[in-house]
């Protein structure tokens, strides 16, 4: 069915009229389309692009309230001022959460029960309970917006146990149309969203990956010392405000202390300090009070400031999903900004220990037997079993997907009627767990290969990302350097043996996903063994790979 024209004129006219937008932007217009079409969509634009206009315009021309669901209260807080500020009642916002007391969220719900608030913000957490998620299913929402969607992947860089059963409380709230938003997502990570989701045949809307003002800068440092040396020297070149982002708490405590010594006042923050402190220096960085803020990947989700004007990665990132998410973060108001990456050959090593070990075949199937005894919540699991909130959401998340763990429809847990036997249910979970490690550690070599790159960084990022850039950016490092590599000609797809995301299979790692083709190599995500780059010439001359039908 074609969507009326009158759609698209209306759309325009409430982001006039209610938000003072004189113009929406191409992609922007297309999700919304969708959404007026109550159509499920999933929705990745870059930080500053416009996300929450995607649900905040089509929120004023339905019927029924909106819930938004966000992981961060600080985001949440931001969002909801914005929208209050413009002291209209279409726009009105209110918030449940564990920051309001009992008599707020009361109050909350009766604004939207009575129509004088249009958008509830909510998390998780207080979905999970019963009676909170009837309080809102009584509500009747017409569109539900889940935001920083890539939470809920497995494969995300910021997994959140706690957004895995949001496909279930959706269900749960009268299924309205889902649309999920977030900066970067890779193709698992979007395959992930939308099964963990539900969502239905949504439109993707993938716009904005390549940003022309912000220059893509990697160095190999022999020694810390020089490495430490390449940050003095950007911080003397360059105004502030900006991030730096180390790999572990100890060393943004150990760096922001080092730096304000050096007469370059810097604050750590990292997800181990209290949520008080958190919150204060999150403030502090968006009223420019804090210059240099040194942080663990815990810091920038929902930073919501146009003038970071760099950020540097004093070690190898995880991946490009969270490099590029990361970066993101500068350079929004549209001038000119830096992204550098400061790395050792070592770092490599200290993100194959994060990656961890596999869980423990004994609690994967003790686990399952627990559900086996009959449904039950997630507090009465962690009671039994002494395990955290976290590893649990983990474990359970392993065992859904070897069919042997459900959310119900009151939100309890339970074990689907033909489950595998727990013995059997641990080691299917087992072996899911380190196909899961294979992908990680393939996305770690990706990150690595972007660092040693010899060309063009911005075609190598957005063919990981599955997106095609038909020429050299021209914004990076080797581009600027004019060395050959860099300035070639656009390949053309008379070079490429097989269609970009078209599916192909290898005889020994299986089927997978053609992602893009860089100078003589091509890209190709395999379900279980994860990225490979891989010689044209050598896959054409030895029939390395053969085409799938979809």
Not at 10 to 32: C, D, I, K, V, Y
Not at 475 to 493: I, K, L, S, V
């Amino acid at each position: 069915m074609k969507l009326p024209p009158l759609h698209a004129t209306r759309l325009r006219r409430a982001a006039r009229h209610r938000f003072g937008w004189r113009s929406l932007r191409p992609e922007q217009l297309t999700a919304m389309r969708a959404v007026m079409r109550r159509r499920d969509a999933l929705v990745i634009l870059p930080t500053g692009a416009g996300k929450s206009a995607v649900y905040q315009v089509p929120a004023t021309l339905l019927t029924g309230p909106t819930v938004v669901i966000s992981p961060l209260l600080a985001l949440q807080q931001d969002q909801i001022a914005a929208l209050n500020d413009r002291d209209r009642p279409e726009l009105r916002a209110v918030r449940i959460s564990s920051a309001e007391s009992a008599g707020q969220r009361a109050a909350a719900l009766d604004e939207i029960r009575s129509g004088r608030a249009r958008f509830l913000f909510t998390t998780p957490e207080q979905l999970s309970n019963p009676e909170r998620l009837a309080e809102v299913r009584a509500l009747r929402p017409a569109l539900v917006a889940v935001d920083e969607a890539h939470c809920i992947s497995a494969w995300g860089h910021d997994f959140r146990p706690d957004y895995l059963a949001l496909g279930h409380l959706i269900r749960e709230l009268g299924r309205p149309p889902v649309v999920a938003l977030t900066a970067t997502a890779s193709p698992p990570v979007r395959d992930d969203i939308v099964e963990r989701l539900g969502l239905r045949k949504p439109k993707l809307v993938v716009s904005g990956l390549d940003r022309t003002n912000l220059f893509l800068e990697v160095a190999n440092c022999a020694t810390e010392d020089y490495r430490w040396r390449r940050l003095l020297a950007l911080l003397r070149a360059e105004s502030r405000p900006g991030i730096v982002y180390v790999p572990t708490r100890r060393a943004a405590e150990e760096l922001a202390e080092r730096l304000t010594g050096a007469d370059f006042p810097a604050k750590y923050y990292h997800g181990g300090m209290p949520a008080g402190p958190r919150e204060e220096l999150h403030e502090d960085f968006l009223a420019d009070r804090v210059p240099i803020m040194v942080a663990t990947s815990a810091f920038g989700m929902g930073i919501d400031k146009p003038n970071i004007r760099w950020v540097v990665h004093m070690a190898l990132p995880d991946a490009p999903d969270s490099y590029l998410q990361e970066i993101g973060r500068a350079g929004r108001d549209g001038d000119p900004a830096r992204a550098l990456l400061l790395w050792r050959a070592e770092d490599v090593g200290l993100r194959r220990y994060f990656t961890g070990g596999a869980p423990d075949q004994e609690e994967l199937r003790d686990l399952a037997a627990l559900l086996r005894d009959g449904p039950t919540t997630r507090a009465a699991l962690r009671e039994r079993t002494g395990l955290g909130a976290r590893k649990l959401g983990q474990l359970l998340a392993l065992l859904e997907q070897a069919g042997a763990a459900e959310t119900l429809p009151d939100n309890r847990l339970g074990s689907p009627r033909y489950a595998p036997k727990p013995v059997d249910a641990a080691s299917a979970a087992l072996a899911e767990a380190e196909r899961q490690q294979t992908v990680q550690r393939s996305r770690t070599d990706m990150m690595r290969a972007f660092a040693e790159a010899r060309n063009c960084r911005g075609q190598f990022l957005l063919a990981y990302f599955g997106e095609r850039l038909a020429k050299p950016c021209g914004h990076c490092d080797n581009c600027h350097a004019g060395g050959q590599d860099a300035a070639a000609p656009a390949r053309t797809e008379a070079d490429e043996p097989f269609p970009v995301h078209g599916t192909v299979r290898h005889t020994e790692w299986g089927t997978g996903m053609v992602l893009g083709y860089e100078e003589d190599r091509m890209t190709v995500l395999f379900d279980e063994v994860g990225y490979k780059t891989l010689s044209v010439r050598v896959v054409s001359e030895q029939g390395l790979l053969e085409p799938v039908d979809d």
